[in-house]
Nanobody, 123 residues
């Protein structure tokens, strides 16, 4: 069983930065696929950034070169550094996890979710 708790959301002006945190209680991140997702009102949930069980990372094109996913293994915490924020980034952000599938597959099937943290970017 994996329990995820997000924090770090808030309100920021366009061009600003925020750092989201996701604390995992129980299993270590090192053996799981991890991801950050977001959902804005009236829109579908979308994947933002991912880290596989070997530490490899990937990003949605819309946030590439602006967002960085990382982890602190000693604190069992996942981070999402968000820079150059725009109003289009406003959403509820969720941390998610899953055990890796065949050959370390991490693209879909996330089944552990945090409660979310709100990010609001004003212009």
């Amino acid at each position: 069983q994996v329990q995820l708790v997000e924090s770090g959301g808030g309100s920021v002006q366009a061009g600003g930065s925020l750092r989201l945190s996701c604390a995992a209680l129980g299993d270590t991140y090192s053996s799981f696929c991890m991801g950050w997702f977001r959902q804005a009102p009236g829109k579908e949930r979308e994947g933002v950034a991912f880290m596989d069980s070997r530490g490899g990372t990937s990003y949605d094109f819309s946030v590439k070169e602006r967002f960085t996913i990382s982890q602190d293994k000693s604190k069992n915490t996942l981070y999402l550094q968000m820079n150059s924020l725009t109003p289009e980034d406003s959403a509820m952000y969720y941390c998610a996890a899953r055990r890796p599938g065949f050959r370390g597959y991490c693209a879909t099937g996330y089944n552990y979710w945090g409660q979310g943290t709100q990010v609001t970017v004003s212009s």
